[in-house]
């Protein structure tokens, strides 16, 4: 057979075009000619590199549309300053010292910015708040940088919700190590992985922080799980020394999943200036399995802040 | 400003099945389809899932229908709202199945969705760690041997592959493929992780 026509064949078999007999005897002829074998395996291989190419120019592009779409239910970023209209507007009206109806309702004052406690899923509401304030305007524009300057609204951040929400959409399962039973402290991290496949979070929690702080393998499995068990707790804060522990290992199977976990801990713990530089390394890091996932989060909390 | 009132079935399925180009002005039609979306997360909470699985099973199906679209198994027999609209609810079912996620995939069958194996997250991570090693063997390999390899991956034939690779018949563009498919161990070199590739 030649070279071509045995290079058709194996991508018909790699298809599932061989009848079946026909599939069968090739089969046969793989098991036994190990020339053939790693024909098939080198052909096996280029679909693999086909599927990656398909993969990244899918998740680049994605990326690149998600930039521009507007998320149903909720109004695109581009549109915040207009959202935060009603808000200063009605707070400029409160804190207006020649206001007539000056004292407010107990408590109004104190009120943050509608926008700030709004739950992401209800943001939508916000486009139509415009009208609300509509009739309370009369104040002349001019004279609000008073009030303006003892309000947050200008510098107006996202709300923990907010931040909550966005990190539940980039988390990634997390990943327990169970099976690394290694050195002399096994018994003590298989009694915590049973803690842990128990539902004993608490006490899971406490084994595992026995055995974190040694400078070992176990001791990086012990870090990598206390890490996951604290974010599932929302202990963001407790887990970040952990995230930071294995994300400091480079030849640690689940570094570049801690460093992701670490960047969303950042997030949530409104760490901004360590989550900016942790997004800017794993997004220009091309081999990082979550350099995609990197740059969509970078913009969407630049555009939050 | 959905998208039935800016295009219809008959010029969106025309640009899907076109070139590239064409293909990804379809796709990016529909991924910017708020309507579309809404009526994907509507339906999946009707059927009893969250907000969250939702979007997720509306972000892998527009994968996986980019995929079809891309590898030309979306035939435009149906509307292409109502084909994305199933693969999404699919994708949603078989989440609550527990298996991680359908794709369509070479290695199996280019045609139907092939569900993967149940992926824990080790099985997982170390797909993603040869994924990542096939990337460093994509590096290595020529530009002329990626590029057939990437109309490969878009499912032309031969024929086409010739035509837009400048070769003269589809017999030379099978030479090409096939001297890329041998230059591969090659290209690997004496790394003893890309070896393992094979």
Not at chain 1, 152 to 165: E, G, M, R, V, W
Not at chain 1, 194 to 218: M, N, V, Y
Not at chain 1, 257 to 262: G, I, N, R
Request: with cysteine; glycine share 4%; net charge negative.
């Amino acid at each position: 057979m030649e070279k071509q026509e045995l290079f058709i064949k194996i991508e018909d078999y790699l298809d599932g075009k061989l009848p079946e007999a026909e599939a069968e005897a090739f089969e046969e002829q793989i098991a036994a000619d190990p020339a053939l074998a790693e024909s098939v395996a080198r052909q096996r291989l280029e679909r693999e590199m086909m599927e990656v190419m398909l993969g990244d120019h899918i998740e680049g592009k994605l990326a690149e549309w998600e930039n521009t779409k507007k998320k149903p239910g909720k109004p695109g970023y581009r549109n915040w300053p207009w959202l935060l209209l009603p808000a200063i507007l009605t707070i400029a009206w409160l804190a207006w010292p020649t206001q007539p109806t000056e004292p407010a309702a107990p408590g109004v004052s104190e009120e943050k910015p509608a926008v700030e406690e709004e739950p992401v899923e209800t943001f939508q509401q916000e486009t139509e708040a415009p009208a609300e304030p509509a009739g309370e305007q009369n104040p002349e524009p001019a004279e609000r940088k008073e009030p303006a300057k003892d309000q947050p609204i200008a510098k107006k951040s996202p709300s923990d919700q907010q931040l909550l929400a966005l990190a539940g959409r980039n988390e990634v399962p997390p990943v327990f190590v169970s099976g690394s039973f290694r050195g002399s402290s096994q018994a003590d991290f298989k009694a915590a992985s049973d803690a842990l496949e128990d539902g004993k979070t608490d006490e899971a929690i406490r084994l595992f922080s026995q055995l974190a702080a040694a400078p070992t393998l176990t001791g990086l499995d012990a870090a990598n799980n206390l890490a996951y068990l604290f974010y599932q707790k929302k202990d963001f804060q407790k887990a970040i020394p952990h995230f930071q522990t294995v994300a400091g290992r480079q030849d640690y199977d689940y570094q570049e999943q801690a460093e992701w976990m670490l960047a969303l801990c950042y997030l949530t713990t409104r760490q901004f200036s360590k989550l900016n530089p942790l997004l800017t390394e794993i997004s220009t890091n091309q081999a990082h399995r979550y350099a995609a996932k990197a740059r969509k989060l970078k913009e969407e909390v630049n555009s939050m802040q | 400003m959905g998208r039935s009132q800016n295009m219809s079935d008959e010029k969106l399925i025309s640009l899907l099945q076109g070139e590239l180009p064409a293909q990804e002005e379809g796709l990016k039609f529909m991924f910017r389809d708020e309507r579309l979306e809404r009526t994907v997360l509507h339906k999946i909470k009707g059927l009893g899932g969250s907000l969250h699985d939702a979007q997720d099973a509306y972000q892998e199906g527009f994968r996986i229908f980019y995929r079809h679209v891309l590898r030309r198994t979306f035939r435009g027999e149906s509307s292409p709202s109502t084909y994305f609209i199933s693969i999404c609810i699919n994708v949603w079912k078989d989440s609550r199945r527990g298996a991680y996620q359908k794709r369509i995939s070479h290695v199996d069958d280019a045609v139907k969705m092939d569900r993967l194996h149940h992926e824990t997250p080790e099985a997982k991570l170390e797909q993603d760690d040869r994924k990542k090693l096939v990337r460093q063997l994509l590096a290595l390999v020529s530009d002329r041997c990626r590029e057939i390899l990437w109309l490969r991956a878009l499912s032309y034939s031969m024929e086409e592959i010739a035509e837009k690779t400048g070769l003269s018949s589809p017999r030379m563009a099978i030479n090409e493929a096939f001297r890329c498919s041998e230059r591969l161990r090659k290209a690997a070199g004496d790394n003893p992780d890309l070896q393992s590739l094979f």
